[in-house]
Structure formats: C-alpha cells, structure tokens
C-alpha cells in the first residue's frame, strides 16, 4: 500500500484514498461532476436522434460538419451528439453504430455522475482504485478511443455503400 501512495506522490497526483471522508473542497468537485455531466445528460435527452447518425448537434445551432461537406467523409467526432442521444435513451446498439467513441464517453458521463451523487449521499470516496490512471495514460487511452471509433465509422460507411456521401 505504501508503494502505491509513493508512485502517486512521484506522479504528481493527490489522489484520496477509497472509502475516505470527503472534504468540503471534494464535495464542490462532486457536486460540478454532477452538474456538468446532469446537464450534458439532460441535453441528450432534450435532443432527437438524427437518423442519418450524425447532425443531432445542428439542432443546438451548430452547422453541419465541415469535414463532411467538405469531402464526403465523416470527421473523428461525427456522430458523438447522435450517440449521446441515443445512448440516455437506452437505444445502446444505434448509440454504437452513431459512434463508438460517443456511447463510450455517455456511459463514461453517466458513471461520473453516478459517482459524483455517491460522494454528495455517502460522504466517502467510492471504492474505485484508479492509481493506475496517469494523465498520460488517459490521454492515450481518449486518443486510441477516438481514432478507433473514427476507423470504425469509415470503414463501416465505405463497406455499405454509404460513403463518401455526394452532395
């Protein structure tokens, strides 16, 4: 246990340990967890699926991807909106097809969120040992999560016919 908290300390990283009381300063980061992720969430469900699998952004005032209109061929993030609105309406396998990487990250929101309300109910850290978790480590782990949902989206578009859209 001791190596642990010295290979934390080495990282930089002040990281609580599981099942420890919470301060007043973790219950404000717990609470932003929920707000941003609630509202997030909330949006999700506000908006309607496109059925194209991408475009649901367009319904907050965003304009059509400029990628897409450009060459045809979808960007690295095409679909995410779409997939988070699926995703809070239970529809897992559209939320997949929309966009990997999207129903991934709205399951990831969803966790976030589940744990923000642990800390605010219970008043401890759940019982989640993350030590493993450097920023490098993320940042690697969103890349490859990004790029294979990108490769998953073109490769299934130009199998079925349906890329690169003509317009």
């Not at 009381?21 to 506000?46: D, H, N, P």
């Not at 699926?49 to 475009?55: A, I, L, V």
């Not at 294979?148 to 349906?162: E, H, N, P, R, S």
Request: net charge positive.
């Amino acid at each position: 246990m001791q190596i642990e908290e010295d290979s934390r300390q080495e990282h930089g990283q002040d990281v609580p340990q599981t099942g420890q009381a919470v301060s007043a300063r973790g219950r404000l980061w717990a609470a932003l967890v929920v707000l941003a992720g609630g509202a997030v969430l909330g949006t999700s469900a506000w908006l309607k699926p496109d059925e194209r699998g991408y475009g649901t952004h367009e319904q907050l005032g965003g304009g059509p991807c400029g990628m897409l209109v450009t060459t045809g061929l979808p960007c690295p993030t095409c679909g995410m909106t779409t997939a988070f609105a699926h995703t809070v309406r239970g529809q897992w396998w559209r939320a997949f097809w929309a966009q990997p990487t999207g129903f991934v990250l709205a399951l990831g929101t969803a966790a976030a969120v589940v744990g923000g309300m642990w800390v605010l109910l219970a008043g401890r850290w759940p019982r989640w040992n993350l030590f493993f978790v450097t920023p490098y480590r993320l940042f690697l782990g969103l890349l490859i999560l990004l790029l294979g949902g990108w490769g998953f989206k073109l490769a299934v578009g130009l199998l079925d016919g349906t890329l690169p859209l003509r317009r």
